[in-house]
């Protein structure tokens, strides 16, 4: 249980999100979004977010983390940057910090949206979902996923290293894409694709396939290129992009049975939707044969709502008798 108010917290390798929850069941209040790297550790990123907060201190807190959380002191994998439960709670007079990994919020996120919510964009075929579990993933400065199952009378979370995982070609353009392909630590993971490096690292393959010069070196660029310019090679990536998504998402649906549905949120997805519902993302995720009717009867989604890990804190710390998850914390009352 957590003593509030209740800070949350969603540090990423590109942003740091923060607000406050007044009371369980209360709507979160929203702090200023922070840049990781503005600031050289977490607890002067906090304190800055919270000196736009004029209501009762936080006594408690829950913060995600864009990392396996193993321990209490969690080194991010994507920024400079290591998120030390006990030092934050000391420094702000917290009782308990708790840590979880960034997919634990966004998977617990899922079940406060309808359908037809405004913060959802679905894409594919209007099914309806299942009973079962819940797929959650999410493209950004990495790749994150987990997900959200029945069990019992509770919820279980499910947070994975899944972007880590392998990812190779299928298709003939796939095969002699990837000798060009940047590899990270010796490895194409879905990670080293599916995020906003990988986006560039498929323009930059591309380029070299075609014996071009690419002049796209960020995410945004791409995206302008495509919608203002009409790039090929923009273009071309994306459209790679959408598909190899879809592949992935259908892989991580068949391994985990998720007849609930599958969730892709991080920031690229929800510019690109109408790039989603083209096609190429949908028929790679159909293609599952010998289980390709399964997979079509499994809704996909994309989480337009900017801030869904936010939106999930703030249920896991109103109502935590619902879910069960892993987690690590510092408490004032243990500790030395």
């Known amino acids: 249980m957590f003593a509030f108010p209740v800070l949350i917290g969603d540090i990423g390798g590109t942003n740091s999100r923060f607000a406050v929850v007044p009371q369980p069941g209360r709507a979160h209040v929203p702090l200023p979004r922070l840049l990781t790297a503005s600031t050289p550790e977490p607890v002067e990123a906090i304190r800055d977010a919270l000196s736009h907060y004029s209501g009762p201190p936080p006594r408690s ?3 995600a983390v864009a990392n396996r959380v193993d321990s209490p002191v969690v080194r991010l994998t994507n920024a400079d940057w290591t998120i030390d439960a006990g030092a934050i709670g000391r420094a702000l007079g917290l009782g ?3 840590l979880v990994n960034d997919y634990t919020p966004v998977a617990a996120s899922a079940i406060t949206f309808a359908p037809k919510d405004e913060g959802l964009a679905r894409i594919g075929p209007d099914v309806p979902a299942g009973p079962g579990p819940r797929l959650v ?3 950004g400065t990495g790749l994150g996923a987990g997900a959200l199952a029945p069990v019992a009378d509770r919820l279980a979370i499910l947070a994975s290293e899944a972007g880590h995982m392998e990812l190779g070609p299928t298709e003939e353009e796939e095969f002699r894409l990837w000798p060009h392909l940047e590899r990270v630590g010796g490895r194409i993971t879905a990670e080293v694709v599916l995020s906003g490096p990988g986006l560039c690292r498929l323009c930059h393959a591309l380029a070299a396939l075609r014996d071009e ?8 660029e791409v995206l302008r290129a495509w919608r203002e310019q009409h790039s090929s090679l923009a273009g071309a990536a994306l459209a790679l992009f959408a598909r190899l998504l879809g592949r992935f998402a259908g892989d991580l649906a068949l391994a985990l049975e998720a007849t609930g549905g599958v969730y892709i949120a991080g920031g690229i997805p929800p510019r ?3 790039l989603l519902n083209s096609g190429g ?4 995720f159909e293609k599952k044969a010998p289980h390709q009717a399964w997979a079509a009867h499994v809704p996909t989604f994309v989480i337009t709502d900017p801030d869904p890990a936010l939106r999930g804190l703030a249920v896991l710390v109103s109502e ?3 879910f069960t998850f892993q987690f690590r914390e510092w408490a004032a009352n243990r500790s030395a």
Request: net charge positive.
């Open 137 to 139: 993933l999410g493209p």
């Open 213 to 220: 010069t690419n002049p796209l070196a960020t995410p945004p």
């Open 320 to 322: 935590p008798e619902r």
């Open 96 to 98: 308990r910090v708790v």
């Open 281 to 284: 993302f949908r028929a790679a």
């Open 272 to 274: 690109i939707t109408d």
């Open 61 to 63: 807190a829950m913060i």
